[in-house]
């Protein structure tokens, strides 16, 4: 099986000591931390639910069968991984109100747990939600004092703010449709597809750029033109790139790479010369994009987890901490341990 980010550089150098992740499903746990408080009242009934070696998908699926719904009637905030245990809420539109009887549903999946039930007065919505709390367990590790070495730098320094290999698809295979469908325009109505594809593509272009200011050691260096959270409307400029870099330092302001739009890079001079080629060097992706009237964003180039503790046990290490929405547990992983693959029975 092929690494797809394998060609992306890394922060702290490729890890030299080798580790399995999710050898078992307990060895990846994840927590969803929503943001906000419930009305306790509405036409939505939110279910919080554990499940163990099971797709968001299929259980949602499942659920609405036990409900008496159709399937587009359950939603939740983000997609968990099958191969975890994890703890997410998912919402089911039951505007009659009544709580339907969940009994032989959880008979049926003892893998699956209803930990707490509510009412809202709204769906949740894909991305609605603050960030993931994480407890992994590394496994079979070859070298544990350099991975605790590793884990000191992420800790005080961050990693690179990559996309996980799971937003490509197994072995790049969203990635290579996005290609595709650009290059032949394909059209759809299938919303799903799309703003799979759509992602994909966004999330290659941003990976190549990180990449980029890594190969050029310029990852930490503010460049002239270079957009930073917190002064979007004003690339960096020679007059104001002091006061910029001081905010960088005192972690209130962080700098961005692209998440490619069809409008023009809002970056100028060095820093629009640096991320300008990657653009370039994926029309098909940029067709897409260009096709689908996708808008310009931005996004930080470093990731710095939250209230990240460890400990270890011969050859396991475990990490717990804390990520905001849209960041990707796997990428604190790559900068720690080369994984090695799990072979799974299913």
């Known amino acids: 099986m092929s690494d797809v980010l394998s060609q992306f550089h890394y922060l702290h150098g490729k890890p030299t000591a080798k580790a399995k992740l999710k050898a078992k499903a307990e060895h990846f746990k994840v927590s969803e931390d929503l943001g906000y408080e419930f009305t306790g009242s509405g036409e939505h009934l939110m279910l ?23 399937s587009k009637d359950i939603s ?79 800790s005080n320094v961050g990693v690179p703010n990559y996309f996980g290999s799971q937003r490509f698809g197994n072995q790049g295979n969203n990635l290579e449709e996005a290609r595709r469908w650009g290059r032949e325009n394909v059209r759809t109505r299938n919303q799903n597809k799309r703003s799979l ?40 400029t020679e007059d104001n790139s002091a006061s910029i870099e001081q905010a960088i330092a005192g972690q209130e302001a962080m700098i961005t790479a692209a998440l490619a739009g069809d409008n023009a890079l809002p970056t100028q001079e060095k820093a629009q010369q640096l991320e300008q080629p990657h653009l370039d060097d994926e029309p098909d992706l940029m067709a897409l994009i260009r096709g689908n009237r996708m808008r310009h964003d931005r996004r930080s ?20 901490f804390s990520l905001d929405a849209g960041s990707f547990a796997t990428s604190i992983v790559r900068e720690l341990v080369e994984e090695e693959i799990v072979e799974r029975v299913y």
């Open 197 to 236: 594809y759509l992602s994909s593509a966004r999330s290659w272009i941003f990976n190549r750029i990180v990449s980029a200011r890594l190969e050029q050691n310029v990852f930490n260096a503010l460049l002239i033109g270079d957009i930073v959270t917190g002064f979007e409307s004003t690339p960096v």
């Open 301 to 320: 180039i470093l990731l710095q987890p939250k209230n990240l503790t460890w400990s270890h046990t011969d050859d396991q290490v475990t990490l717990k």
């Open 48 to 70: 919080r639910i554990r499940k163990t070696g099971e797709n968001t998908s299929f259980v949602a699926n499942e659920l609405a069968k036990t409900c008496g719904v159709k």
């Open 76 to 154: 939740w905030a983000g997609l968990k991984d099958r191969h975890a245990v994890t703890e997410q809420w998912l919402s089911v539109h039951l505007p009659k109100g009544g709580t339907p009887d969940f009994g032989a549903f959880l008979t049926q999946y003892p893998s699956i747990e209803i930990l707490d039930m509510t009412r809202h007065n709204k769906k949740l919505r894909p991305g609605d939600l603050a960030g993931n709390d994480f407890e992994i367990t590394l496994s079979d590790v070859t070298d544990v004092d350099d991975v605790i070495a590793r884990i000191e730098k992420v």
